[in-house]
C-alpha cells in the first residue's frame, strides 16, 4: 500500500504540470496580444498615412483651382466641380482600404 507521502508527491507533480501549462496559455495569450496590437497599429499608421496624402492633394487641387480661375467665378464654379469628384474619390479609396483592412483582421 502506498504511503500518504507518495500521494501527496503525485499530487504535487500533477499540480505542478497543470501550472506549467497554465502558465504557458497565459504567455501565448498575451503574445497573442500583443501581435493583434502590433498589427492594428500598422493598420491605424496606413490609415493615417493614406489620409494624409489624400487631404495634402486636395489642398493642392484648390489651390490649383484658384490659380486657373483667376478670381473668374464661372470658371471657379467649373473647376470645383472637379475638385469635388477628386475629394469624394479620395473619400471612397480611404472607406474602401478600412474596410478591407477590417476584412483582413477577420480571415
Known sequence: MPSVGAGLVARDRRTGRTLTQIERHAVV???SV???TAVQTVKLQ???QLTRE???GQAMLSRWAATLAQGDAFMADDLRFFSDVARMG??????ST???LN???RR
Open 29 to 31: 495569450r498575451a503574445a
Open 54 to 56: 489624400a487631404m495634402t
Open 34 to 36: 500583443q501581435a493583434h
Open 46 to 48: 496606413a490609415v493615417d
Open 98 to 100: 478600412i474596410e478591407d
Open 90 to 95: 479620395k473619400g471612397e479609396i480611404i472607406a
Open 103 to 105: 476584412r483582413e483582421g
